[in-house]
């Protein structure tokens, strides 16, 4: 699977962390929701800390379609709750 981190670049990243990003990711969208930034700001840099340790980076000149676009480490909560589908970041 292809993860961009905006502003950052594309990860290569083994669909066998999927549940662990969706469980990441759920914990973002919940901090979202309850308009939590200590919490937010936690789950959020866990979420793209989990994608760099276990994603292999792309190439800088490489574009490859990606199957997930999360926000960068800086997006504030309205960024990223407009970002955010019935299904969190992560769909499927």
Do not use: C, K
């Not at 973002?28 to 929701?33: G, K, R, S, T």
């Not at 989990?50 to 490489?62: F, I, K, N």
């Amino acid at each position: 699977m292809i993860v961009r981190i905006l502003g950052e670049g594309q990860f290569r990243v083994d669909d066998g962390i999927t549940d662990e990003l969706n469980r990441l990711d759920a914990e973002l969208e919940a901090a979202v929701d309850r308009s939590d930034e200590a919490a937010f700001t936690a789950a959020l840099a866990g979420l793209l800390a989990q994608v760099r340790a276990q994603g292999a980076p792309l190439p800088p000149d490489s574009l490859e379609p990606s199957d997930l676009i999360l926000p960068a480490g800086d997006a504030s909560m309205d960024e990223v709750r407009r970002m955010l589908t019935d299904e969190g970041l992560i769909s499927g």
